[in-house]
């Protein structure tokens, strides 16, 4: 996409402090930081990364300032909390759509994948056990490309 239409995309979509307030949630230093550096980077990052991300933006923020503001905002659905398996929580900004994960078993890189077919759970499983399913978290395992190219 070229810089114009880029700017112009990027300007539709709500500000982090919209997004707060729509939310409900005060808006705070730690809160805005938070969100532009996820809506900053394509990665998931671990929360040692978001730490020193809202550091490098306001100076001085606590580790559980950091933890705090990141529960209210995935409270809000404004942040989504990942868990892969044998990983520390990552968190990105992408919510409210159907996607998936894939994480490299080596370096623990992790990507979104798009739901495959159907809408959300997009997945039905064989029996609820009483359960309203809402969700479907799917997550593919392999190497990244790097890793593949080390190997």
Do not use: K
Not at 99 to 121: I, Q
Not at 128 to 151: K, M, R, Y
Request: proline share 5%; with cysteine; hydrophobic share 45%.
């Amino acid at each position: 996409m070229d810089a114009p239409r880029a700017a112009a995309a990027d300007a539709s979509l709500p500000t982090a402090e919209a997004r707060l307030r729509a939310a409900g949630l005060r808006v705070t230093a730690q809160r805005l930081a938070i969100l532009a550096a996820l809506d900053a980077t394509r990665s998931h990052p671990h929360v040692t990364w978001l730490v020193e991300e809202t550091r490098r933006r306001l100076g001085a923020v606590s580790t559980q300032a950091v933890y705090d503001a990141l529960a209210s905002l995935t409270a809000a659905g404004l942040v989504r909390r990942i868990e892969p398996a044998g990983s520390p929580a990552r968190f990105e900004a992408r919510t409210g759509d159907n996607h998936h994960h894939v994480v490299c078993r080596r370096c623990g890189a992790a990507a979104d994948v798009d739901c495959v077919v159907g809408a959300a759970p997009c997945l039905e499983p064989s029996a609820s056990a009483g359960f309203v399913i809402d969700e479907a978290e799917i997550t593919f395992w392999g190497l990244c490309p790097t890793c593949q190219h080390a190997t």
